[in-house]
């Protein structure tokens, strides 16, 4: 296509919640195809690409904990149901003729691949779709650290976080109208402010690895290969 990009490798996050579109509950098929769309434009622009997918449509292990199920338990159930995202995703993209592979944190070899650096980087090189999946393969962690992990791991350029708003406010832009996008912000300071952005853990492993996170709006038809193109509005997390 036309459009270019600085980007050669990114990592896409996305929480659970953006597969379940108006529903309540778990995945709206429609909502994954629009995204896979997404990705398959971005994916045509020679971009690889590198996702992680939240599991917080089906199963939040702090959800579990507070109503009494033990905590860790609790977390490999929301890891499981970052996988059946995984396998969503894939499912859209391979329907649009896009390689994909399921690479899990946690081994289930008849449902996707374990997860082996090398093996991840050369499918990335050959232009297929890594959809990382069960999280960091531990509890008390979050996807949006699985994804800061991956995308150092994996050399990615920067981290996109798609969201259904188009970047960090300084407010809740939903909730007070005079709310002000920051164009960019640095680490410490969304530690400081408590900008929800993405948990501190994984705010800290980005800021200690210079890996920039973008934060934009996924609700739009278009915008992640825009943001790429460098069109559109967003929010740079940065030094
Ligand atoms: N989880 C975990 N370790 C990880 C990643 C995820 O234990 O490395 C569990 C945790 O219980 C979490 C759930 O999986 O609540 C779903 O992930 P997350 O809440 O990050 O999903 P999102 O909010 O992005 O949909």
């Known amino acids: 296509t036309e459009e270019r990009t600085k980007y050669g490798r990114v990592m896409l996050k996305i929480s659970g919640e953006a597969l379940m579109g108006d529903t309540a509950f778990g995945l709206h098929p429609p909502t994954v195809q629009r995204i896979a769309r997404e990705v398959k434009s971005v994916h045509d622009m020679g971009v690889e690409i590198c996702m992680v997918i939240g599991g917080g449509n089906i199963f939040r292990g702090l959800q579990g904990s ?94 996109f976080k798609g969201t259904k708003v188009d970047g960090v406010y300084d407010k809740d832009p939903n909730k007070f109208d005079d709310a002000v996008r920051y164009e960019r912000i640095s680490y410490d300071e969304v530690l400081q402010k408590h900008l929800g952005v993405m948990d501190a853990s994984a705010i800290a492993l980005a800021r200690d690895n210079h890996l920039p996170i973008i934060v934009f709006s996924l609700d739009d038809t278009g915008g992640f290969k825009g943001i790429l193109a460098g069109e559109g509005t967003s929010t740079t997390v940065h030094d």
Do not use: W
């Open 66 to 159: 507070a109503q009494g199920m033990e905590r860790t338990t609790a977390d490999y159930m929301g890891m499981l149901a970052t996988v059946m995202n995984a396998l969503a995703m894939q499912s859209a993209l391979e329907e649009l003729k896009i390689h994909t592979r399921v690479i899990s944190a946690i081994p289930m070899d008849q449902v996707c691949e374990p997860y082996i650096r090398r093996r991840a980087v050369r499918h990335l090189e050959k232009k297929r779709v890594c959809i990382f999946a069960a999280g960091t393969g531990n509890p008390y962690f979050t996807t949006d650290t699985a994804a800061t992990l991956r995308a150092n791991e994996m050399s990615c350029e920067a981290i």
